[in-house]
């Protein structure tokens, strides 16, 4: 029986939520097994509370140069004492916390890293899904009923933000380095003004990074509640279970809300597959530009599946 598991998933937030299925079947499958998370600081506090896992240690991503940080990581992954790993970020980064495990005896191994006991061999796996991807790398490892993603464990006090009776969300941001994924804010604007003419108000959401669009918002004559870095991992999703509808770019926040059973329209511009890596809901749709500029908003506003 193995009774230390540790499970690597360090991000980005899209990531982290499809693989809440996978960490829901490693805890099923080892069930009196003490499991470890290994993550980012991010996500430490947005894990703790979904009884996955009995703790969770983070990983700064040191520096190759950082020594000693590098000698702190592989100190706290020796001192687990680990008899089985499961890497689901399968990174050059995770494949050299397999090295640094060493050299004497390894735990069993579920990745891709050469040399790891149950290698994920598929030659096309970078072509697949990542929930495909993930449930079939599990199920070589013994693991075979992967759940898809559910968030039902997220709670959060939403009362502050003082939320309208019916409201619509819209994530018209998303990473700052990937203008070119971004459906233009004067869309979402037009978007914002069909919603409020049917009752429904436009909630804006996004980090902190994107309070430009904030900015941008307060000079326009559209009624809409701003909460643009306003609210924590665990308000979106509780946020997103009492909307009608969501629209937004193909950015982290679209995964928890989509994985919280919102009615959900992803947008995807030629900068990312949506075959890869789209959002998991029981209503998602999902409308694909190249150019995102070129998507109208008729187009997008009639994907809309107002609850």
């Not at 001192?79 to 916390?97: A, E, H, I, N, P």
């Not at 790891?116 to 899904?129: A, E, F, I, K, L």
């Not at 978007?191 to 941008?216: M, N, W």
Request: with cysteine; aromatic share 8%.
């Amino acid at each position: 029986m193995l009774e230390r598991i540790l499970i690597i998933k360090l991000g980005a937030l899209g990531d982290i939520v499809l693989a809440c299925g996978p960490f829901e079947a490693i805890r099923k499958h080892h069930a009196g097994a003490k499991i470890t998370l290994l993550t980012t600081k991010p996500y430490e506090k947005f894990l703790q509370t979904s009884n996955w896992f009995d703790e969770i240690i983070t990983d700064s991503r040191p520096s190759i140069w950082k020594i000693t940080e590098w000698i702190d990581l592989r100190n706290k992954l020796l001192s687990g004492g680990f008899d089985r790993v499961y890497d689901l970020q399968t990174s050059d980064r995770s494949g050299w916390y397999y090295r640094l495990m060493g050299p004497t005896a390894r735990p069993e191994w579920s990745g891709i890293v050469s040399g790891c006991s149950h290698p994920h061999t598929n030659p096309r796996r970078d072509n697949m899904h990542t929930m495909d991807r993930q449930a079939e790398q599990l199920e070589i490892a013994g693991i075979t009923l992967v759940p898809k993603p559910q968030l039902s464990w997220v709670k959060s006090n939403i009362e502050i933000f003082g939320l309208p009776h019916k409201y619509a969300l819209l994530v018209s941001g998303g990473s700052p380095h990937r203008l070119e994924k971004r459906w233009p804010t004067d869309k979402f604007l037009e978007l914002a003004r069909r919603l409020d003419q049917r009752g429904v108000t436009p909630v804006f959401l996004g980090g902190c990074h994107e309070r430009e669009i904030s900015k941008y918002l307060l000079g326009q004559n559209v009624n809409f509640l701003d909460l643009i870095g306003k609210t924590s991992l665990e308000d979106i999703v509780t946020i997103a279970r009492g909307a009608s509808c969501a629209v937004g770019n193909d950015t982290g926040p679209m995964h928890l809300i989509a994985a919280s059973d919102c009615p959900t329209v992803v947008l995807f511009s030629a900068a990312s597959d949506y075959a890869l890596t789209s959002p998991h809901g029981s209503v998602v749709t999902i409308l694909q530009r190249d150019d995102l500029s070129k998507l109208e908003v008729e187009k997008v506003d009639a994907a809309l599946r107002i609850r």
